[in-house]
């Protein structure tokens, strides 16, 4: 284990960087900070794996030096309305390897942190594997996400009008329930991201030949959002599963894991076996 360092990201915000372990470097953008008691119970309760970060570091640790980064916390704490583009996601992420000493790394992201790493892929030749969870690498839901962030920006904005905080602890599991809790630059920095993208044309990406790739996700990873969300189903392991046959002549590995949804299939149950064993066979 390695004292804490610091990246500079695009914004000129810092971001702490931690390393465990030996071997070749591999980058995972997670929260190794331990949740509170109350917030690790509500995590549980809506199914979520508040040790996900320290479980998933400390197991791949057990092979590879691993590169530790909260950028998804960074960035909720350090918005970046206007200049979250790929781009610029590309850059945080290179800062983060640089600050590590790390001029070759591996990469795993989960959901939008995936589609961070196939970016990163495509404009950088320093990987030496890619793993993807949550979002296929091919038909990716850019158009419905984008529907998503932008009902998230408006519900914000009309959350900072109102002079009383709605109060809304909804039922674990009612997504049409739960209210937004994130501020105006939280949510625009993902619009920003997410118009960026609309163009990208995800069946014509060509990363470096012979890098080892992988993506996964849940068969039953699909949302139904209600109207005041856009009224739109966004559908990744249906995507997934559609696009596997062409993803696999390409180069990638596909795994669908039966029976999970979007936050079971990253529980470090799951995800840490799976992506351990793939790059001991396959990186």
Do not use: C
């Not at 600050?99 to 959901?111: L, P, V």
């Not at 594997?129 to 962030?149: E, I, N, S, W």
């Not at 932008?150 to 009612?174: K, Y």
């Amino acid at each position: 284990m390695t004292d804490a360092i610091e990246a500079v990201l695009h914004d000129g915000s810092r971001i702490p960087v931690a390393m465990r372990g030996d071997g070749r470097p591999l980058l995972v953008p997670a929260r190794l900070e331990p949740h509170p008691p109350a917030e690790a119970q509500t995590m549980r309760q809506w199914r979520a794996d508040p040790d996900l970060g320290p479980n998933l570091v400390n197991g791949l640790a057990r092979s590879y030096r691993v590169i530790a980064a909260d950028y998804e916390g960074h960035r909720m704490a350090h918005p970046a309305p206007d200049t979250l583009t790929p781009e610029n996601v590309t850059a945080d992420l290179l800062a983060i390897a640089d600050a590590a000493g790390a001029d070759e790394f591996g990469y795993y992201g989960y959901s939008w942190l995936a589609l961070s790493g196939l970016q990163l892929a495509i404009r950088t030749d320093r990987l030496w594997a890619l793993v993807m969870g949550g979002f296929p690498p091919r038909g990716g839901p850019y158009d419905t996400m984008l529907a998503v962030t932008r009902a998230a920006h408006a519900m914000a904005i009309h959350s900072a009008g109102r002079t009383t905080p709605e109060v809304n602890e909804p039922e674990p599991g009612d997504w049409d329930a739960v209210s937004v809790r994130t501020d105006e630059a939280q949510t625009q920095q993902f619009v920003t991201l997410y118009e960026a993208l609309q163009d990208f044309d995800d069946s014509a990406v060509a990363v470096p030949p012979g890098l080892p790739r992988l993506a996964f996700a849940g068969s039953a990873d699909h949302i139904d959002y209600g109207p005041e969300w856009g009224g739109v189903q966004v559908r990744i392991g249906e995507s997934l599963a559609a696009n596997e046959r062409s993803l696999i002549e390409a180069g990638w590995d596909v795994r669908l894991l039966p029976g999970l949804d979007h936050t079971s299939a990253m529980h470090s149950s799951i995800v840490l076996p799976l992506v351990a064993d793939w790059l001991e066979k396959s990186a």
